[in-house]
């Protein structure tokens, strides 16, 4: 296993000291290829990292999902190389019994995302453990990126920017939403993006009101305001940016949200640096809107984070206790949202950096004609 790996594993297992836990049972899918470098997508079967604090990690896997070559190690071998033991049931077995032998008393941490059926299972099985979500512990170390992981975020927002201009200059009267989203697939394909991040918004007209508008079969039509919310995965690691433009000729208010927009977005990475709060980022961005006539329509917070999924923990909303450090990746994406009518939404990733931040995104942000 990779030196990073194993950093990441022991600031896990400071984690628990720090909180009392005695061991941590991690199960989502992107938290153990953060920790291992392994991908496995179990479904219904029951596997999990188990991170203990004074006993070495151990896999506890159906055996119909291998680990890589030279993973398998034994608890002796684990304690010696610092890498997770691999325990392995096949179908018929209790896997849950098996993990119930395993784990040490006290405070046991369980990731957000462990269907409810194995921990009640483990909760009869073991009534001397008390349970809490154990997830912050992981969420907080994605929330800061290495020099890898920033590598791979440039990587995946440059293809977008790549993308954008692409499906800007392609689409045209007659087109439908979903054939946009199909022609987005094959150009990340092109790009050499895995593929999207998350499924594309495409929104024609009065469905960019709504910021979660799913590609339908709506033509696009002269004249139009045209939504575009969309992301590629690159080496695990996934990007998003929005930019409104339009076909035809825009009607005055149309230009003047979209300046609103625009300005509130470019306001708001303005102040990204170590030490900023978060909370401040949302009111500033949203203030301007309020101060431009439109504040009941921004109805969303400004930013969320990003990772190696395309909406991690951590929001750049008015309630978010966070503060800015260096490495952090999120989202700054204001919208006004006229229902009936249309809606703008102009959205960046910004990289906080020693001194401020990098913007990662580089396609026009301008409401442009297509």
Not at 57 to 77: C, I, Q, T, V, Y
Not at 79 to 94: H, K, Q, Y
Not at 246 to 261: I, S
Request: aromatic share 8%; glycine share 10%.
């Amino acid at each position: 296993m990779k030196d990073i790996y194993k950093k990441r594993m022991a600031a896990v297992r400071e984690g628990l000291a720090a909180g009392g836990l005695s061991s941590l049972i991690i199960s989502e899918t992107a938290a153990l290829f953060y920790l291992t470098g392994e991908i496995i997508h179990p479904g219904e079967r029951l596997t999990v990292l188990v991170i203990r604090k004074a006993d070495p990690a151990f896999w506890l896997r159906n055996r119909l999902f291998p680990l890589k070559a030279g993973m398998g190690l034994s608890m002796e071998d684990a304690a010696a190389t610092g890498n997770p033991a691999d325990i392995s049931f096949a179908d018929g077995e209790d896997g849950i019994a098996l993990l119930s032998s395993l784990l040490p008393g006290g405070k046991t941490g369980v990731d957000k995302t462990w269907p409810s059926h194995f921990l009640l299972s483990l909760m009869n099985l073991r009534k001397d453990l008390s349970f809490t979500n154990g997830s912050p512990l992981v969420d907080r170390l994605r929330a800061v990126k290495d020099e890898e992981e920033i590598k791979a975020m440039r990587l995946a927002s440059l293809i977008n920017d790549r993308a954008m201009e692409r499906i800007s200059h392609w689409i045209h009267v007659g087109v439908t939403e979903k054939e946009c989203a199909d022609k987005l697939l094959s150009i990340y394909k092109e790009e050499g993006a895995e593929g999207f991040s998350f499924p594309p918004i495409v929104s024609f007209g009065a469905h960019g009101a709504d910021p979660h508008h799913m590609p339908d079969d709506t033509k696009l039509s002269e004249n139009e305001v045209v939504l575009f919310d969309m992301g590629c995965r690159k080496d695990h690691y996934c990007s998003d940016m929005t930019r409104t433009f339009f076909t035809g000729t825009p009607t005055e208010e149309q230009k003047r949200v979209h300046d609103l927009v625009r300005e509130a977005g470019e306001l708001a990475e303005s102040l990204v640096r170590p030490g900023m709060a978060l909370s401040d980022l949302d009111r500033a961005a949203r203030k301007h809107i309020e101060d431009g006539g439109y504040g009941p329509f921004f109805t969303h917070r400004l930013g969320h984070f990003i990772g190696l999924k395309e909406h991690e923990e951590g929001e750049v909303s008015a309630s978010s206790p966070l503060i800015a450090q260096p490495g952090m990746i999120f989202s700054i994406e204001p919208g006004i949202y006229l229902e009936g009518r249309f809606g703008v939404r102009v959205e960046d990733l910004v990289l906080v950096t020693d001194k401020g931040c990098e913007v990662l995104n580089h396609a026009p942000r301008s409401w442009r004609i297509s």
